[in-house]
Protein backbone atom coordinates (compact mmCIF):
# COMPACT_ATOMS: atom_id res chain seq x y z
CA UNK A 1 0.00 0.00 0.00
CA UNK A 2 1.08 3.27 -1.20
CA UNK A 3 2.15 5.93 1.41
CA UNK A 4 2.20 3.77 4.47
CA UNK A 5 4.37 4.23 6.97
CA UNK A 6 6.10 1.54 9.61
CA UNK A 7 4.58 1.90 12.94
CA UNK A 8 7.62 0.72 15.04
CA UNK A 9 10.00 3.60 15.57
CA UNK A 10 13.75 3.61 14.49
CA UNK A 11 16.27 4.19 16.80
CA UNK A 12 18.10 7.52 16.19
CA UNK A 13 20.05 7.83 19.70
CA UNK A 14 22.37 5.36 21.68
CA UNK A 15 21.52 3.71 24.51
CA UNK A 16 22.82 3.98 28.00
CA UNK A 17 23.31 1.88 30.89
CA UNK A 18 23.40 2.89 34.56
CA UNK A 19 23.10 0.37 37.67
CA UNK A 20 22.22 2.90 40.33
CA UNK A 21 23.04 2.03 43.90
CA UNK A 22 19.56 1.67 45.75
CA UNK A 23 21.19 4.43 48.08
CA UNK A 24 22.16 6.90 45.79
CA UNK A 25 19.91 10.12 45.15
CA UNK A 26 22.03 12.50 43.26
CA UNK A 27 23.58 10.73 40.23
CA UNK A 28 20.30 10.64 37.92
CA UNK A 29 19.43 14.34 38.06
CA UNK A 30 23.23 15.30 37.89
CA UNK A 31 23.55 12.80 34.67
CA UNK A 32 21.35 14.85 32.54
CA UNK A 33 22.66 18.10 32.76
CA UNK A 34 26.14 16.03 31.53
CA UNK A 35 23.98 14.37 28.88
CA UNK A 36 20.70 16.04 27.75
CA UNK A 37 17.62 13.72 26.64
CA UNK A 38 18.44 14.88 23.20
CA UNK A 39 21.74 13.29 22.76
CA UNK A 40 20.83 9.99 24.52
CA UNK A 41 18.49 7.55 26.05
CA UNK A 42 19.46 6.66 29.85
CA UNK A 43 18.35 3.24 31.08
CA UNK A 44 18.08 2.99 34.97
CA UNK A 45 18.54 -0.18 37.14
CA UNK A 46 19.69 -0.43 40.78
CA UNK A 47 21.45 -2.67 42.88
CA UNK A 48 21.32 -3.34 46.74
CA UNK A 49 23.73 -2.10 48.87
CA UNK A 50 24.02 -1.17 52.03
CA UNK A 51 23.01 2.26 54.15
CA UNK A 52 26.95 2.53 54.92
CA UNK A 53 29.31 2.41 52.68
CA UNK A 54 31.93 0.42 53.80
CA UNK A 55 34.78 -2.34 51.94
CA UNK A 56 32.16 -5.49 53.29
CA UNK A 57 29.06 -3.91 52.33
CA UNK A 58 30.51 -2.99 48.91
CA UNK A 59 31.92 -6.78 48.45
CA UNK A 60 28.55 -8.21 49.06
CA UNK A 61 27.51 -6.14 45.35
CA UNK A 62 29.64 -8.66 43.59
CA UNK A 63 27.00 -11.48 44.01
CA UNK A 64 24.37 -8.78 43.29
CA UNK A 65 25.95 -7.02 39.91
CA UNK A 66 25.20 -9.36 37.40
CA UNK A 67 21.14 -9.56 38.79
CA UNK A 68 20.70 -5.97 38.65
CA UNK A 69 22.67 -5.15 34.85
CA UNK A 70 19.94 -8.27 34.10
CA UNK A 71 16.88 -5.88 35.01
CA UNK A 72 18.08 -3.22 31.96
CA UNK A 73 15.61 -3.54 29.24
CA UNK A 74 16.90 -6.27 26.92
CA UNK A 75 15.94 -5.29 23.76
CA UNK A 76 17.24 -1.67 24.20
CA UNK A 77 20.62 -2.01 22.33
CA UNK A 78 22.83 -0.64 24.48
CA UNK A 79 26.08 1.15 23.65
CA UNK A 80 27.62 1.38 27.04
CA UNK A 81 26.22 0.06 30.75
CA UNK A 82 27.66 1.40 33.56
CA UNK A 83 28.63 0.34 37.00
CA UNK A 84 27.59 3.27 38.61
CA UNK A 85 29.78 3.42 42.22
CA UNK A 86 33.85 4.49 42.05
CA UNK A 87 34.32 3.40 45.49
CA UNK A 88 32.65 -0.39 44.68
CA UNK A 89 35.05 -0.20 41.48
CA UNK A 90 38.22 0.59 43.39
CA UNK A 91 37.47 -2.57 46.31
CA UNK A 92 36.27 -5.29 43.33
CA UNK A 93 37.96 -4.02 40.44
CA UNK A 94 37.21 -2.58 36.89
CA UNK A 95 37.84 -5.80 35.63
CA UNK A 96 35.63 -7.99 37.70
CA UNK A 97 33.07 -5.19 37.23
CA UNK A 98 32.64 -5.99 33.43
CA UNK A 99 32.82 -9.46 33.77
CA UNK A 100 29.95 -9.39 35.89
CA UNK A 101 27.60 -7.01 33.90
CA UNK A 102 28.50 -8.90 30.94
CA UNK A 103 26.90 -11.65 32.35
CA UNK A 104 23.97 -9.43 32.67
CA UNK A 105 22.88 -7.62 29.95
CA UNK A 106 24.24 -7.20 26.26
CA UNK A 107 26.03 -4.08 25.59
CA UNK A 108 28.87 -2.52 23.36
CA UNK A 109 31.25 -1.62 26.24
CA UNK A 110 31.30 -1.07 29.88
CA UNK A 111 32.38 1.44 32.11
CA UNK A 112 32.52 2.76 35.87
CA UNK A 113 33.49 6.02 37.29
CA UNK A 114 36.59 4.91 38.06
CA UNK A 115 37.87 4.23 34.95
CA UNK A 116 36.04 7.06 33.27
CA UNK A 117 38.26 9.46 35.70
CA UNK A 118 41.86 7.78 34.81
CA UNK A 119 40.69 7.74 31.15
CA UNK A 120 39.65 11.74 32.05
CA UNK A 121 42.64 12.71 34.08
CA UNK A 122 44.84 11.11 30.66
CA UNK A 123 43.14 12.48 28.29
CA UNK A 124 43.78 16.29 30.03
CA UNK A 125 47.21 15.34 30.63
CA UNK A 126 46.99 15.57 34.50
CA UNK A 127 50.08 14.30 36.41
CA UNK A 128 49.46 14.64 39.79
CA UNK A 129 45.77 15.09 41.16
CA UNK A 130 44.45 15.71 45.05
CA UNK A 131 41.24 13.85 45.77
CA UNK A 132 38.17 14.42 47.66
CA UNK A 133 35.90 11.75 49.09
CA UNK A 134 33.26 11.27 51.60
CA UNK A 135 34.10 7.57 52.37
CA UNK A 136 35.77 6.39 55.60
CA UNK A 137 39.70 6.05 55.37
CA UNK A 138 39.61 2.27 54.84
CA UNK A 139 37.42 2.68 51.42
CA UNK A 140 39.42 5.72 50.29
CA UNK A 141 42.75 4.61 50.79
CA UNK A 142 41.41 1.77 48.71
CA UNK A 143 40.28 4.69 46.04
CA UNK A 144 43.91 6.11 46.03
CA UNK A 145 45.24 2.14 45.48
CA UNK A 146 43.17 2.04 42.32
CA UNK A 147 44.32 4.80 40.87
CA UNK A 148 47.91 4.71 41.24
CA UNK A 149 47.56 1.13 40.24
CA UNK A 150 46.33 2.60 36.82
CA UNK A 151 48.96 4.80 36.87
CA UNK A 152 47.61 8.01 38.18
CA UNK A 153 50.12 9.58 40.85
CA UNK A 154 47.66 10.63 44.31
CA UNK A 155 49.66 13.52 45.19
CA UNK A 156 47.30 13.93 48.38
CA UNK A 157 43.54 12.86 49.55
CA UNK A 158 40.86 14.39 52.06
CA UNK A 159 38.05 12.32 52.91
CA UNK A 160 34.75 13.45 54.96
CA UNK A 161 34.76 10.15 56.88
CA UNK A 162 31.08 9.47 56.41
CA UNK A 163 29.98 5.92 56.02
CA UNK A 164 26.03 6.76 55.54
CA UNK A 165 25.33 7.10 51.98
CA UNK A 166 22.01 8.93 53.22
CA UNK A 167 24.35 11.52 54.57
CA UNK A 168 26.39 11.81 52.30
CA UNK A 169 24.04 12.68 49.51
CA UNK A 170 23.00 15.43 52.18
CA UNK A 171 26.45 16.78 51.97
CA UNK A 172 26.32 20.31 50.94
CA UNK A 173 28.51 21.25 47.76
CA UNK A 174 29.64 24.24 49.83
CA UNK A 175 31.38 22.20 52.00
CA UNK A 176 33.17 19.79 49.71
CA UNK A 177 34.33 23.03 47.80
CA UNK A 178 36.05 24.09 50.84
CA UNK A 179 37.83 20.58 51.12
CA UNK A 180 39.20 20.53 48.22
CA UNK A 181 40.49 24.32 48.59
CA UNK A 182 42.32 22.89 51.44
CA UNK A 183 43.59 19.85 49.46
CA UNK A 184 44.77 22.09 46.66
CA UNK A 185 46.68 25.09 49.54
CA UNK A 186 48.52 22.20 50.71
CA UNK A 187 49.41 20.03 47.73
CA UNK A 188 51.30 20.46 44.61
CA UNK A 189 48.34 19.20 42.51
CA UNK A 190 47.41 19.54 38.72
CA UNK A 191 43.92 18.60 39.08
CA UNK A 192 41.27 17.67 41.83
CA UNK A 193 38.86 14.53 41.62
CA UNK A 194 35.84 14.95 43.67
CA UNK A 195 34.99 11.25 44.11
CA UNK A 196 31.58 9.30 44.91
CA UNK A 197 28.26 9.37 42.32
CA UNK A 198 26.06 10.16 45.57
CA UNK A 199 28.15 13.83 46.28
CA UNK A 200 26.43 16.57 44.85
CA UNK A 201 29.21 18.43 42.71
CA UNK A 202 27.41 19.64 39.46
CA UNK A 203 27.01 22.94 40.36
CA UNK A 204 30.70 23.47 42.32
CA UNK A 205 32.69 22.10 39.08
CA UNK A 206 33.47 24.87 36.78
CA UNK A 207 33.46 27.99 39.56
CA UNK A 208 35.77 25.51 41.85
CA UNK A 209 38.47 24.52 38.65
CA UNK A 210 38.26 28.90 37.68
CA UNK A 211 39.24 29.46 41.80
CA UNK A 212 41.90 26.73 42.25
CA UNK A 213 43.30 27.75 38.27
CA UNK A 214 43.48 23.39 37.93
CA UNK A 215 41.05 20.62 36.56
CA UNK A 216 38.06 19.60 38.82
CA UNK A 217 36.91 15.98 37.99
CA UNK A 218 33.85 14.37 39.50
CA UNK A 219 32.65 10.82 39.22
CA UNK A 220 29.29 11.71 37.75
CA UNK A 221 31.40 13.93 34.94
CA UNK A 222 33.81 11.86 34.59
CA UNK A 223 31.38 9.11 33.74
CA UNK A 224 28.99 10.63 31.58
CA UNK A 225 31.97 12.17 29.60
CA UNK A 226 33.51 8.44 29.18
CA UNK A 227 30.39 7.26 28.63
CA UNK A 228 29.89 9.60 25.59
CA UNK A 229 33.49 9.05 24.36
CA UNK A 230 32.97 5.47 24.21
CA UNK A 231 29.64 5.82 22.54
CA UNK A 232 30.95 8.10 19.73
CA UNK A 233 34.03 6.19 19.20
CA UNK A 234 31.91 3.50 17.86
CA UNK A 235 29.98 5.34 15.41
Known amino acids: MTGSTDPLSIRTTP??????????????DEFRGF?????ARVHISRIHSGDDLTPESIARMETRLTEAASLLPPAA????????????????????????????????????????AVEQIRHL???????VSPY?????????????????QVASSLTLEESDEATVARIEPAVTADAARRLAAKSDIDGVFLSCTNLKTAAILDGLASELSVPVLSSNRALAWHMTALTKSRQ
Open 35 to 39: IPRHQ
Open 77 to 116: DFDVVAYACTSGTAVLGAETVERLVLAGVRTRAVTNPLTA
Open 15 to 28: ALGLIVLRVDETIE
Open 136 to 152: VSTVAEALSAAFEANGV
Open 125 to 131: GLGRIGI
